[in-house]
């Protein structure tokens, strides 16, 4: 049997490091986790309900969160100007107050911009979901991903989507790859997330891996 393993923890130490900064007691390290979770969970649903329809995703490629005493402290990298800074001078400061009322101690959001948006896993998964969700082909999909994914230097990429794909009945999986992703290489820095998009046949899964740079 094959043993998988998370690229991301994988190289952690090595070539990557963790979204989220601080300590806790043994005893409280699952509330703290779990918090990080609701976090992150706040933030997407926020930015879901005022996205415009035609901007066409959030754009959101992940999210920092440094912990003290008295402050959370989350800084979300974005792609794309959305709505939380497009047009929207209150944006942030109505996401914060938002944010705040779950949570007891004092929060902090500030947004930083990613210059390459398409390099980012999570943000190319977002608009492979988008594609299926408007009934175009997954092949075409895939090819017009790796495509933009390319335009920004990255050495290789794999995509990979699983589960009924054009409503056929039987669940399968596929996959394509341009240029090399060393997943066995701890050196090479490899991004990678899995994605889950809800279509009128079911759930589909899809998986990316980004081949970076090697130091």
Not at 52 to 67: D, H, L, N, P, V
Not at 193 to 208: A, E, N
Request: hydrophobic share 35%.
């Amino acid at each position: 049997m094959g043993q998988k393993i998370n690229p991301l923890g994988f190289r952690l130490g090595t070539t990557q490091s963790h979204h989220s900064f601080w300590f806790a007691k043994p005893k409280d390290f699952s509330m703290g986790l779990q918090e990080d979770e609701k976090i992150r969970n706040c933030i997407k649903n926020y930015v879901k309900k005022k996205k415009r329809i035609s901007s066409g995703f959030e754009g959101i490629a992940y999210m920092g969160i440094q912990k003290r005493i008295d402050l959370i402290q989350v800084i979300i990298y974005i792609g794309f100007p959305n709505l939380l800074i497009e047009g929207r001078t209150r944006g942030i400061e109505e996401l914060q107050m938002n944010v705040q009322k779950e949570f007891h101690r004092r929060l902090n959001i500030s947004i930083t911009r990613i210059e390459k948006p398409y390099g980012q896993p999570n943000i190319l998964a977002e608009y492979i979901s988008l594609q299926l969700k408007n009934r175009v082909s997954f092949r075409k999909a895939m090819k017009k991903a790796i495509e933009l994914t390319e335009q920004t230097g990255t050495k290789g990429i794999q995509v990979q989507i699983a589960g009924r794909m054009d409503g056929k009945e039987i669940a399968r999986v596929e996959w394509i790859r341009e240029g090399r992703v060393p997943l066995q290489t701890i050196r090479a820095k490899i991004d990678h997330c899995s994605h889950t998009i809800r279509t009128i046949y079911g759930v589909l899964g899809i998986k990316i891996w980004i081949f970076v740079n090697q130091e």
